[in-house]
């Protein structure tokens, strides 16, 4: 079996290359699914992610911390049925205030320097999913878990 | 990895890497003529810095926020502002700037340089792109070099840049800059020289002023011109200037200053000067083998070459002309103040006068005939004021613009607008009408009678006191309900009125904050005192200037709105009479020629009526989440009141947010009731969001459609920061 070491590296290796991820709320039992620009802690324990406080989601997440989050490597090629990597990820999401905020905003804008204007805008909120576990898709159907104690 | 390239090792395949500029020079250096200490700094080295700041993302975020072709030339500008405010700010990453900082050290020694801008030639020779970029001359000190390499490359972005691109065609994701860094030459006279006349094959030209030639290319000093014969390279004809300026290097950077009488007796150039100038540019013409446009300068008896490009062809001595356009975006300090002298002393007074004198004549006494004749006076009127205020008016606007480069190029502020709280708080007409509508609703608020009567709509026996300043209101600020276009159609003020002031009334007054007039003061300080001496002064003249130019953007049309209140009047009048012999109330026919110019009224274009969903296959469209221009921060959240023609004013509710195609001067009555407002029309200097910023509201311009996506009552949060409206709650 693969080391768990190098399983971390590979989901630590897509989080760092993808810029983007699908995260999914849900009210009243209606999935309900967004894309965002996000950056991972390097110890796989955060997910990070910036929404306008006037979003569907922010609004869902604040009601039920649950989520889920999707991060792919899919190109919209035929290869990637034997190619691309996907992670699932679930966990628990809440805003973030001064002085993690900063913290993580630094964090944020290291991988993402073209959000600034946004992601320093009052009206937005930092959010940190803390991760339950990951979901590890390889060769079209090969799944592997992570679970974060 | 060559980020800065010596002219001598510049070769045919950099031509792109160091711009039009950048290789003639090289070439130049290389043909042996004399050329001040240059290096060029590569486009590479841009491409690097955008990339590695994240600049190059967030600079196509910002101009992609909504169709180029959508965003008027205000929303441009405030693109250029914003963006030209991230290069201020962003510093060039710390391996780059240690091989600029090595280079620049070792190349110049501490000595003054020019930087100028070098664009790659994006296509072709048509394009020229002469004077859309800027260059900056007397600069000193590594960091300041490398502050304005920065700055020449923004100048990529600016407004007038973004628009020629657009026009021409070229593909804006592909732009870079190159920048030359030139040594200053201090000359004693300076100048231009066409090896060959665009207009006459058989001549050429050489134009001179004392001093640097920054003032002849700027077009702020008229220079020396002498017409060249090319055959036998002799003078044809000497026309002199007035020689009164000249530019001169300051502490940093330049200044125009008055030209010594006993220098100003003579031509900058003697006879065999001007043949020898001549013959420089006629050297580059066959050097480059093809006719010369040159910049040069005479330090004592040396002659420099500063720059040579070639004299393209016809046509595009007609690009010429459309950029010129651009340029003249850019309306100069002194320009400025001479428009404000006209504006102030003459323009405004003018407009006061002519309401007054339109108000003593008695429109009840004029017989009808006389009547439609006073109707079409006044349209007139109306019209010549309307002209001179898109004439005149408009472009004074220029002063706020030119006073917001200013500052954020000294201030470099995180907010790229800090600078328009400055100008903010002057006695704007708009808020001293407020000022007084709120005094009328405090006297319904302390007076339960009167706010009885008022609902219940018996005017008769309300307080004297309140009638009186109601007609003092109405007297000086003419009718609140009409807009300023297509205003005849509006109704009799009082009802309206009554409506805005019971809403004002009935809740707690609306206090413009104290908060922001003391920020102001600190801002103001700081501001003045980053300059120095005569530099301090000028920034004073500046602020003043910056001010009125915003006031009077509100203004203006407060004025234009006093007059168009009088046609009204005449138009009421003769209505009246219409419906009164309709009416049966009067048996005396009405003169044909007060019917047929009211019908004419009538038949002027109307507000275009509001959109009406489409049903389709069972599909609905609903906006959700709409991106326009951030104009005012905050963040708010109300229920819609879209103003889709005056009329819908007087059913402002307070806490409603205002939607509306474009906040009219003459509509700003209601801003104060509401929470936030929204504006079709987009651009941070438009009425709506001045306005707006006074009363410190969230304000949302430059949303498409605004008025037609969104319906009375809709949920709607507006958030200033960045510019997004949502419609609905969050729900599914």
């Known amino acids: 079996m693969e080391p768990t070491e190098e399983i971390r590296s590979r989901l630590r290796d897509l989080c760092v290359s993808q810029k983007l991820a699908v995260v999914s709320t849900q009210s009243d039992g209606q999935p309900y699914a967004?894309?965002?620009?996000?950056?991972?802690s390097d110890d796989l324990r955060h997910i990070f992610f910036v929404t306008a406080r006037t979003t569907r989601k922010f609004a869902y997440l604040t009601k039920d911390s649950r989520v889920a989050v999707l991060i792919n490597s899919s190109t919209n090629e035929e290869s990637d049925f034997h190619d691309a990597v996907s992670i699932t990820v679930i966990g628990t999401a809440e805003e973030i205030r001064d002085p993690e905020r900063k913290k993580v905003l630094a964090l944020y804008l290291s991988k993402h320097p073209y959000l600034e204007d946004f992601a320093r805008s009052p009206s937005c909120a930092v959010i940190k999913v803390t991760t339950k576990s990951y979901y590890l898709v390889r060769n079209f159907q090969n799944v592997m878990e992570l679970h974060v104690d | 990895m060559h980020r800065?390239?010596?002219p001598e090792n510049i070769h045919q395949e950099d031509r792109q890497r160091v711009g039009g500029k950048g290789y003639?020079?090289?070439?130049?250096?290389?043909?042996?003529?004399?050329?001040?200490?240059?290096?060029?700094?590569?486009?590479?080295?841009?491409?690097?810095?955008?990339?590695?700041?994240?600049?190059?993302?967030?600079?196509?975020?910002?101009?992609?926020?909504?169709s180029f072709s959508d965003m008027r030339w205000e929303e441009i500008w405030d693109c250029a502002t914003r963006i030209r405010n991230i290069f201020l700010r962003k510093s060039i990453p710390s391996e780059i700037e240690k091989e600029f900082k090595e280079i620049i050290t070792a190349q110049f020694k501490g000595k003054s340089v020019v930087v100028r801008s070098s664009a790659p030639d994006e296509d072709a020779a048509s394009a020229s792109f002469a004077g859309l970029h800027e260059s900056y001359v007397n600069i000193k000190g590594v960091d300041k070099i490398l502050d304005h390499i920065r700055k020449v490359w923004a100048s990529l972005w600016s407004d007038a840049a973004l628009l020629y691109r657009q026009e021409i065609g070229l593909d804006i994701k592909k732009s870079s800059m190159a920048v030359v860094i030139q040594e200053i030459v201090v000359g004693d006279k300076s100048g231009v020289a066409f090896s060959k006349s665009p207009n006459n094959d058989s001549q050429g030209i050489v134009e001179s002023v004392y001093g640097l030639n920054q003032g002849l290319v700027d077009g702020a000093i008229e220079p020396d011109r002498w017409i060249m014969a090319r055959e036998n390279r002799s003078v044809v004809s000497h026309t002199p200037a007035k020689r009164k300026q000249w530019m001169i290097p300051d502490k940093s950077g330049v200044q125009l200053a008055v030209l010594p009488v006993e220098v100003a007796k003579r031509?900058?150039?003697?006879?065999?000067?001007?043949?020898?100038?001549?013959?420089?540019?006629?050297?580059a013409e066959g050097f480059f083998k093809s006719p010369q446009d040159l910049e040069w300068t005479f330090q004592q008896k040396d002659l420099y070459v500063l720059q040579s490009r070639p004299i393209t062809t016809l046509s595009s001595q007609k690009e010429d002309d459309s950029r010129s356009w651009y340029l003249s975006l850019h309306r100069s300090f002194e320009n400025l103040k001479a428009l404000r002298e006209k504006i102030e002393n003459e323009l405004i007074p003018g407009m006061i006068a002519a309401a007054e004198k339109l108000?003593?004549?008695?429109?009840?006494?004029?017989?009808?005939?006389?009547?439609?004749?006073?109707?079409?006076?006044?349209?007139?009127?109306?019209q010549k004021w309307t002209n001179i205020y898109w004439e005149e008016f408009i472009p004074f606007a220029h002063g706020i613009r030119l006073f917001g480069e200013i500052y954020n190029d000294r201030m470099r502020p995180e907010?790229?607008?800090?600078?328009?709280?400055?100008?903010?708080?002057?006695?704007?007409?708009?808020?001293?009408?407020?000022?007084?509508?709120?005094?009328?609703?405090?006297?319904?608020?302390?007076?339960?009678?009167?706010?009885?009567?008022?609902?219940?709509?018996?005017?008769?026996?309300?307080?004297?006191?309140?009638?009186?300043?109601?007609?003092?209101?109405?007297?000086?600020?003419?009718?609140?309900?009409?807009?300023?276009?297509?205003?005849?159609?509006?109704?009799?003020?009082?009802?309206?009125?009554?409506k805005i002031l019971l809403e004002m009334a009935a809740h707690p007054p609306i206090n413009t904050g104290q908060r922001k007039l003391r920020k102001k003061d600190a801002l103001k300080e700081k501001f003045l005192n980053a300059f120095e001496g005569e530099q301090k002064k000028q920034a004073v003249e500046l602020l003043d200037l910056g001010r009125s130019s915003y006031q009077l953007r509100d203004d203006d049309n407060i004025y234009l709105?006093?007059?168009?209140?009088?046609?009204?009047?005449?138009?009421?009048?003769?209505?009246?009479?219409?419906?009164?012999?309709?009416?049966?109330?009067?048996?005396?026919?009405?003169?044909?020629?007060?019917?047929?110019?009211?019908?004419?009224?009538?038949?002027?274009?109307?507000?275009?009526?509001?959109?009406?969903?489409?049903?389709?296959?069972?599909?609905?469209?609903?906006?959700?989440?709409?991106?326009?221009?951030?104009?005012?921060?905050?963040?708010?959240?109300?229920p819609a009141r879209v103003i889709r023609k005056t009329a819908d004013l007087s059913e402002f509710k307070f806490g409603e947010i205002l939607i509306c195609d474009a906040v009219d001067p003459n509509m700003t009555f209601v801003v104060p009731l509401a929470a936030a407002v929204v504006e079709r029309r987009g651009g941070m200097l438009i009425h709506g969001a001045i306005i707006a910023r006074e009363y410190g509201l969230p304000c949302v311009t430059g949303i498409p459609d605004a008025t037609v996506l969104i319906e009375?009552?809709?949920?709607?949060?507006?958030d200033g920061y960045l510019g997004i409206v949502t419609i609905g709650s969050s729900d599914l």
């Open chain 1, 34 to 40: 967004s894309l965002v620009a996000f950056v991972a």
């Open chain 2, 4 to 6: 800065i390239i010596s």
């Open chain 2, 24 to 66: 003639a020079l090289a070439q130049l250096v290389k043909g042996g003529f004399r050329v001040p200490k240059t290096v060029c700094v590569t486009s590479d080295a841009y491409r690097e810095y955008v990339a590695q700041t994240g600049l190059r993302e967030r600079i196509l975020l910002e101009l992609n926020r909504k």
């Open chain 2, 267 to 283: 031509p900058p150039l003697n006879p065999r000067e001007v043949i020898r100038v001549f013959n420089l540019a006629l050297d």
């Open chain 2, 359 to 382: 108000a003593r004549v008695s429109l009840s006494e004029l017989p009808d005939k006389q009547l439609a004749a006073e109707i079409d006076h006044r349209w007139e009127v109306n």
């Open chain 2, 415 to 498: 907010d790229p607008y800090e600078f328009v709280d400055l100008l903010t708080h002057t006695d704007m007409a708009s808020l001293e009408r407020n000022q007084l509508l709120e005094a009328l609703a405090e006297m319904i608020r302390e007076n339960q009678s009167l706010a009885k009567g008022l609902s219940a709509g018996q005017y008769a026996g309300l307080d004297p006191q309140f009638l009186e300043g109601l007609d003092r209101f109405v007297e000086k600020f003419g009718d609140l309900t009409c807009a300023v276009t297509g205003g005849t159609q509006c109704e009799q003020a009082s009802d309206s009125l009554y």
């Open chain 2, 561 to 638: 709105g006093r007059i168009e209140a009088q046609l009204l009047a005449a138009v009421r009048e003769a209505r009246r009479r219409i419906d009164d012999f309709h009416a049966g109330r009067t048996r005396q026919k009405i003169a044909d020629e007060l019917i047929q110019v009211v019908e004419n009224l009538d038949q002027r274009p109307r507000s275009q009526s509001p959109y009406k969903q489409q049903p389709g296959d069972g599909f609905v469209i609903q906006p959700r989440q709409l991106i326009g221009q951030p104009a005012g921060p905050g963040l708010a959240k109300g």
């Open chain 2, 712 to 718: 009375n009552g809709d949920e709607i949060t507006v």
